[in-house]
């Protein structure tokens, strides 16, 4: 994906999300906290960009959305797939910058290193990697995320 697609940060997607994480630290819900205000208003837990699943246009994984023709068939790194014979393996976070609500981060994805291994029962190991990155509305660079997915060359020998 080379183009990307918006990812508006919620508040309340924010709260929600820290909570599911059991999380309850005011700085992902109370702007009024001394400890929010310190870093400029209410910011996103680590991982929470993972959610700007929902709002990829063709995210494959999410069979709920209304579509038109199959769901997309996904490939070109980090996500495993194929005939249930890839996985998600590693998924890899780096922050750069502070993302508040408010923003819209613009979310683009692009395809990394490939290389391979030999597996013991499933013949090579096939590893593919897809780097997305967030931005937000400035321009600035806010998170990088690196996916790696393995694929093994043939069904696993039982």
């Known amino acids: 994906m080379a183009d990307g697609f918006e990812f508006p940060v919620d508040r309340t997607a924010v709260m929600l999300f820290a909570r599911a994480l059991l ?17 400029g208003g209410i910011v996103v837990p ?75 029962r499933g013949g090579k190991l096939l590893f593919s990697e897809s780097i997305t990155e967030y931005r937000n509305q400035d321009g600035v660079l806010c998170v990088t995320a690196r996916s790696i997915g393995v694929q093994t060359e043939r069904a696993v020998d039982q």
């Not at 709002?55 to 005939?83: A, E, N, S």
């Not at 613009?106 to 490939?114: A, C, N, W």
């Open 23 to 39: 999380d309850i630290r005011p700085e992902f819900s109370d702007p009024d906290a001394a400890e929010t205000k310190a870093l």
């Open 46 to 120: 680590p991982t929470f960009v993972q959610s700007s699943a929902h709002w990829q246009p063709d995210y494959g994984l999410d069979l709920t959305r209304p579509r038109k023709g199959p769901p997309p068939v996904r490939g070109g790194g980090g996500g495993g797939g194929g005939v249930g014979r890839g996985l998600h393996a590693e998924q890899h976070y780096e922050y750069h910058h502070p993302i508040h609500t408010g923003d819209t981060l613009t979310v683009t994805s692009r395809p990394g290193e490939r290389w391979e291994r030999q597996g013991r």
